[in-house]
């Protein structure tokens, strides 16, 4: 075996597809991941359904196609205080962040309640989060460079807001991947991504997100991001 790969680094900005994280067994998130398809569909956007890890009453259902996947166990969580939804909501993020530094492409990440306005066919920004856009700035809210941060602890902690719609690039996937090996899962998904650590950039709004009915299958431990 020649490792000609690991010698660059990928100089690709084309987007190929976009992943709507799906929970295929769970109706409701597949009717929003189809409306999310078809407005994909209509834009010209090329997307797919990624099937996600499910959180149930009874534990984490992990996709058969992610099952044998070592960084799976390589990730811990190092807290009781999410509950399966929120665990299985990131670790299907983390399975899109591993796929992109695996294919050493950029790709789009969408959860099930994401409708696309516009395609975006390239990565702008090497090594950064490109955000895509939320309802409020589809609905008129002004936007800038810098996009909307979610924050705690009066503002000291910011981080992406909503995971709904974001682009990676293998050189970020990397980054967070390192991260969450390291530090396991620290908070929930959006909050881990954290905005002094990670770069973001948005320059459009190409998706915003629309929620339908909740998916959660078991109450939300509503203290583990305080």
């Known amino acids: 075996?020649?490792?000609?790969?690991?010698?660059?680094?990928?100089?690709?900005?084309?987007?190929?597809?976009?992943?709507?994280?799906?929970m295929l067994d769970n109706n409701i998130s597949l009717d929003l991941?189809?409306?999310?398809?078809?407005?994909c569909e209509d834009k010209g956007?090329?997307?797919?359904?990624?099937?996600?890890?499910?959180?149930?009453?009874?534990?984490i259902k992990?996709?058969?196609?992610?099952?044998?996947?070592?960084?799976?166990?390589?990730?811990?969580?190092?807290?009781?205080l999410y509950s399966n939804s929120q665990i299985a909501c990131f670790f299907s993020?983390?399975?899109?962040?591993?796929?992109?530094?695996?294919?050493d492409k950029p790709l789009?990440?969408?959860?099930?309640d994401a409708i696309c306005s516009s395609p975006l066919?390239?990565?702008?920004?090497?090594?950064?989060?490109q955000y895509l856009g939320n309802r409020e700035q589809k609905n008129g809210r002004h936007m800038t460079t810098i996009p909307p941060h979610a924050?705690?602890?009066?503002?000291?902690?910011?981080?992406?807001?909503?995971?709904?719609?974001?682009?990676?690039?293998?050189?970020?996937?990397r980054n967070l991947l390192s991260y969450v090996i390291r530090e396991g899962m620290t908070k929930t998904l959006d909050m881990f991504i954290r905005a002094d650590i990670f770069a973001m950039i948005q320059n459009g709004i190409y998706f915003y997100d629309e929620p339908g009915v909740s998916t959660i299958a078991e109450p939300e431990n509503s203290n583990g991001d305080k």
């Open 93 to 103: 993020h983390v399975s899109l962040w591993a796929y992109c530094a695996k294919t």
């Open 33 to 39: 991941a189809k409306r999310c398809l078809k407005s």
């Open 108 to 112: 789009i990440i969408l959860e099930h």
């Open 45 to 59: 956007q090329n997307a797919v359904f990624w099937p996600a890890f499910e959180g149930t009453k009874n534990g």
């Open 151 to 173: 924050s705690m602890f009066d503002a000291r902690w910011r981080s992406l807001c909503r995971a709904h719609a974001y682009a990676i690039d293998p050189s970020i996937a």
């Open 1 to 22: 075996m020649m490792l000609e790969s690991n010698l660059t680094f990928s100089e690709n900005r084309l987007i190929e597809k976009a992943y709507i994280i799906t």
């Open 62 to 80: 992990v996709p058969k196609f992610l099952s044998r996947q070592d960084w799976v166990s390589w990730i811990k969580v190092p807290s009781n």
């Open 121 to 129: 066919r390239e990565h702008g920004f090497y090594n950064c989060i």
